[in-house]
């Protein structure tokens, strides 16, 4: 892992600028919030679309990341491609939502860059990446409605940013916006269960994801399942590591969704059958449907888990 001089954030910035420079083309808005923030509305009272989606998701990978759609064979043949040669960085130290910015009825998990500057998660305890001397930050939502001051405030406070140094990007996962930069994740949920199977992450050295962008759904629950089934059902993922051949093969085997427990219902069912308790869930079951893993100091590869097409027609149709 290179922590070097990553600059997520200002990478990140000049994404979010661009953005707001081209506004009208993207379909999103930007506006000043009452302490000063930047507000850019991609898919919530703006349209939005997969063109911003795809800046979001290069945002949320601290611009680490090389993010596509492109169309490749098979009956969901539109897809959200993503690679990074610093995955790590990009996935965990980034685009990983694992920042409660929750306040009274407000309920948002926050991504991006801004997560590296607060540090305020466990998993900081494991990434010495420190950016030097950030001057602003950027942090993308999944809600349809702006942050409430006392959010900006607590994102201040931990960043040592002010509040007009602070821009946030929001879109609902109903949106198409929203579904997009959802199912761009395919990369980082692998990173994330490596972790949790205590893979080293020094070892991870690149990495690539792809899956198939689902038609977004005007309820929740839905849109949300058809995000997590076009991941944990169709997406695919190689990683390249350092490190012996047995550890290669042993990551292969045991990070596919097939692995999980609750592999191989819908996962708005799932998540209904929880009562709606998303920590009751397997963790196993997001990751991947298919992993290829690269062993580069042995040159062997190893293949596990495959495309569900059953699971991806119930759940996408």
């Known amino acids: 892992m290179r922590d070097g001089h ?17 506004a009208d083309r993207l379909g999103v808005s930007h506006s000043r919030g009452s302490l000063g923030e930047h507000l850019i509305d991609a898919g919530a009272n703006s349209p939005g679309g997969i063109e911003a989606a795809l800046r979001i998701v290069e ?48 309920f948002a998990m926050g991504s991006g860059p801004v997560r590296a500057l607060a540090r305020v998660e466990p998993l900081f305890e494991e990434i010495a990446y420190r950016e030097p001397e950030a001057q602003s930050s950027v942090i993308v939502l999944e809600t349809s ?30 949106s198409l916006t929203g579904a997009v930069q959802i199912v761009g994740r395919v990369l ?41 089934d076009a991941i944990i059902y169709g997406g695919t993922v190689q990683l390249f590591v350092k490190g012996s051949a047995e550890a290669a093969r042993n990551l292969a085997e045991q990070l596919p969704s097939h692995t999980s427990r609750d592999h191989g219902q819908p996962f ?9 308790d998303f920590y009751a869930i397997d963790p196993r079951l997001f990751s991947p449907a298919e992993v290829i893993v690269t062993a580069i100091e042995t040159g062997d590869t190893f293949r596990h888990g495959g495309i569900h097409d059953a699971m991806l027609e119930q759940s996408l149709g």
Request: aromatic residues 8%; glycine residues 8%; charged residues 20%.
């Open 6 to 22: 990553a600059y997520l954030n200002r990478n990140a910035q000049r994404i979010a600028d661009s953005m707001i420079e081209d």
């Open 59 to 106: 945002i949320c990978l601290g611009g680490l990341g090389t993010v596509s759609a492109g169309l490749s064979a098979g009956k969901w043949p539109y897809s959200v491609n993503v690679r990074s040669s610093q995955p790590v960085l990009a996935c965990l130290a980034s685009q990983y939502a694992g920042w409660n910015l929750s306040h009274e009825k407000y």
């Open 145 to 174: 409605t702006p942050p409430p001051a006392a959010i900006i405030d607590k994102v201040s406070k931990a960043t040592g940013l002010a509040p007009d140094r602070l821009t946030f990007i929001y879109a609902p996962t109903q």
């Open 188 to 228: 980082e949920v692998a990173l994330h269960k490596a972790h949790d199977l205590k893979f080293p992450l020094a070892d991870i050295v690149d990495g690539a994801g792809r899956a198939p962008i689902p038609a977004p759904h005007p309820d929740f629950l839905q849109a949300m399942g058809r995000t997590n």
């Open 268 to 276: 708005a069912d799932i998540f209904k059958k929880f009562k709606g």
